[in-house]
């Protein structure tokens, strides 16, 4: 399975889900983004590391970060293998003193967490980027082509994928399309 780095570039409320939030990961090459949506607890712990503030007392993710390096090991990456059913599942890979790796199933919201923690990379197969992602061109508009070349079932499945994504300003342009092209 082929691996793609992505960044956090934003984080913010999730407009379609009350309490939730979205996560925003980019792949550098490709600009292509990956919309995640995760919990209040989560975007909270993402948020202060990035912030770089300073809690009072160690946080959930902070604890299984000085518990990891207490015991030797150090988080070599986090991979976010799959998508299924609108969930992301994710591989946090430990690396022990001896070489040996440990590969452990988590949610990507807390695989996340601690990758930035460990200033550890965050990795996307090919599968999670070309379901999930999508470009976007440099005046912040999606890059699908015209919408001509659409017919209004795609451009109707378009819309679907892109409120799914919560990127409303793209929403508002090809509801636009589908309904000139109803007219």
Do not use: C, W
């Amino acid at each position: 399975m082929n691996k793609q780095e992505v960044s956090i570039i934003a984080l913010a409320e999730s407009e379609s889900k009350k309490d939730y939030y979205v996560l925003i990961l980019e792949e550098s090459k490709s600009k292509k983004r990956i919309p995640i949506i995760i919990g209040n607890q989560e975007a909270q712990a993402i948020a202060i590391h990035l912030e770089r503030l300073q809690p009072a007392r160690p946080l959930t993710h902070d604890l299984f970060k000085n518990v990891i390096s207490e015991l030797g090991v150090t988080l070599k990456d986090v991979f976010i293998h799959r998508l299924e059913n609108d969930i992301f599942h994710a591989i946090i890979t430990l690396q022990k003193s001896d070489k040996s790796v440990l590969e452990i199933d988590a949610r990507s919201s807390d695989a996340i967490a601690l990758a930035i923690r460990f200033s550890s990379p965050i990795y996307v197969s090919e599968s999670v980027l070309e379901n999930a992602g999508y470009e976007i061109d440099e005046k912040g508009i999606e890059k699908k082509g015209s919408y001509a070349e659409y017919t209004l079932e795609e451009l109707e499945e378009l819309l679907d994928k892109i409120l799914r994504k919560e990127d409303y300003e793209s929403a508002a342009r090809v509801r636009d399309a589908i309904e000139r092209r109803k007219r």
